[in-house]
Structure formats: C-alpha cells, structure tokens
C-alpha cells in the first residue's frame, strides 16, 4: 500500500521560503509525483508534478518561483517554494501515481500540509 506523507509546512512571511517533502514507505514504483493545493473557497488545483525521467509540470503561477525534485530511491518528492505571496496560502497535498503504463495507474494522497504566507 502506498501512503504518502508529507512535512514541512509552517508559517512564514512573505517573500520568504519554504520546502515541503512528501514521502512513502512502501516498494511500489512511482510514476509520478505531484503537488496540488486548495485554498478555503476554492477547488484543488496542480501545482507542479515531476515523473520518473525529470520531467516537470507547473502551473504558471508558480513559475519561476517554485521547483519540484524527486529521489526515486527514497519515494520522495520536494517543493521548493521560494518568494511566497499570500496567494500561496493552501493546503498542499502530495499526490503520487503508480504506473507507467494506463491499465496500472492508481492515485494516492496525502492528509495535506498547511501553508500560510502572511503580508
């Protein structure tokens, strides 16, 4: 069983930087990994994933400011989040896929890490 969890959410002000990491115990190969957020009022949405090979997904809103890592051996995954607003306020939850292939993909969540950047 796949259970992801993640750490490092917290408190930090505006402009500042934090890194969440994400990571499950079990054997089972992680296609791919990914950090999506919800803030109060609003639906879940992508904010960056990363599969296997390096290849990386962002939302343009986050561009240039956050960066998702992986180390395959440990089932983890990173974000870096760096010059935080605001608007990054969320609670972000670790997703990750087992595959590659469609007929073998299956979604597992975390309980979700909460991010508050204060003005």
């Known amino acids: 069983q796949v259970q992801p969890v993640e750490s490092g959410g917290g408190l930090v002000q505006a402009g500042g930087s934090l890194r969440l990491s994400c990571s499950t115990s079990?054997?089972?190969?992680?296609?791919?990994m990914g950090w999506y957020r919800q803030a109060p009022g609003k639906q879940r949405e992508l904010v960056a994933t990363?599969?296997?090979?390096?290849?990386?997904n962002y939302a343009d809103s986050v561009k240039g400011r956050f960066t998702i890592s992986r180390d395959n051996a440990k089932n983890t995954v990173y974000l870096q989040m760096n010059s935080l607003k605001p608007e990054d306020t969320a609670v972000y939850y670790c997703?990750?896929?087992?595959?590659?292939?469609?007929?073998?993909?299956?979604?597992?969540w975390g309980q979700g890490t909460q991010v508050t950047v204060s003005s």
């Open positions: 997703n990750m896929r087992t595959g590659p292939f469609p007929t073998t993909q299956y979604d597992y």
């Open positions: 079990g054997s089972t190969f992680i296609n791919a």
């Open positions: 990363i599969i296997s090979d390096g290849t990386t």
